[in-house]
């Protein structure tokens, strides 16, 4: 597994992470166990990041993350969770009261005395540039409630306000191969900056496994049922944004392309290792349902890919998804 340092944190972290908004239950039911050992087998494969929020599950993905430290007090992990959420996204809700509330909450959800980062939960883009927002998290910092904090953006103008100011950590956005804006526009400025990036929906919800069809169907309670018009949150999170049956389309080009590039590897890994091998990525947050695909996504951290690969990528962008969703993020 490689390692990275994650931005202004200064911790090194495994190149492929774990993401647990899964284990919230916002992707179909996953029992407790499955999502215990879904974190032993991540953990086991070289994974050293967990990425979660306050509102998975109102809390169960952080609770289940909770008892997995108390079981394993030396893993060494990094938790990054998020918050802002749990009230409208109204910007006069960003105040440090609420911020303490909720991160108090998140303490002892996780069974901790500091939260190791702390991401904004997609806010209103005017809380970016709010200096109250930034002294209120310093704040946090300085209380030891918190050891750092980052944001996590919709948008690229986000990230670049947030980049800009001195204390922020990381930046956490879509960035895959049907999302590719960030990679021009972010990842240059962060790494001048020294801000790491936290790379999500790496598989555009699962598009780039190659697996879905135009009859796949997915559970009532998974957002990729509930929210491809965005129903409930930005349609940007699901499916990256992208008409299903263009990204079905688009998706099976990818999963042809993975295979010349990687004969061995699965398009998901391939589609992993390719969002990782970006200069300024720190690391990349999969999700998993089961032990084996979390072990499978950790092998993307070791996994060599060819440079004409990241032409294929960019030609196949172009021609199918550029138009529908560069101008919108």
Request: proline share 4%; net charge negative.
């Amino acid at each position: 597994m490689q390692t990275r340092t994650l931005g202004r944190t200064g911790r090194t972290v495994s190149a492929i992470g774990l993401g647990t908004w899964q284990l919230g239950a916002d992707w179909g039911e996953v029992d407790e166990a499955d999502a215990l050992a879904v974190l032993d087998a991540s953990h086991e494969a070289g994974v050293t990041v967990f990425d979660t929020a306050d509102v998975y599950g109102d809390g169960r993905s952080e609770s289940l993350i909770g008892r997995w430290l108390a079981a394993n007090p030396d893993a060494g992990v990094t938790v990054a969770t998020k918050m802002g959420r749990r009230m409208p996204q109204e910007h006069d809700n960003y105040v440090l009261e609420n911020f303490r509330a909720w991160t108090d909450r998140s303490r002892r959800n996780l069974g901790v005395d500091t939260l190791d980062l702390v991401q904004l939960h997609c806010p209103p883009t005017s809380v970016f540039v709010d200096d109250a927002v930034y002294d209120a998290l310093d704040t946090l910092v300085a209380d030891g409630a918190i050891a750092a904090y980052g944001v996590s953006v919709e948008k690229v103008d986000e990230a670049l306000a947030a980049i800009a100011r001195p204390n922020v950590a990381t930046v956490q956005i879509i960035l895959n191969a049907f999302r590719l804006k960030p990679v021009d526009e972010v990842l240059p400025v962060a790494e001048q900056y020294g801000v790491g990036v936290i790379a999500r929906v790496p598989l555009a919800s699962g598009l780039l496994s190659g697996r879905y069809t135009l009859d796949t169907e997915f559970a009532e309670n998974d957002h990729r049922s509930y929210n491809r018009h965005g129903e409930a949150f930005d349609v940007g999170e699901t499916f990256s944004g992208v008409d299903y049956a263009t990204g079905v389309r688009a998706a099976s080009e990818f999963a042809r392309l993975a295979r010349e590039a990687a004969p061995d590897a699965t398009p998901a890994q391939v589609a992993l290792a390719w969002v990782a091998r970006q200069s300024g990525v720190s690391t990349v947050i999969p999700g998993a349902r089961n032990p084996e695909q979390a072990r499978a996504n950790a092998a993307a951290g070791s996994l060599e890919l060819p440079d004409s690969f990241d032409a294929a990528v960019r030609d196949l962008y172009d021609r199918e998804i550029r138009a529908s969703v560069h101008h919108r993020w």
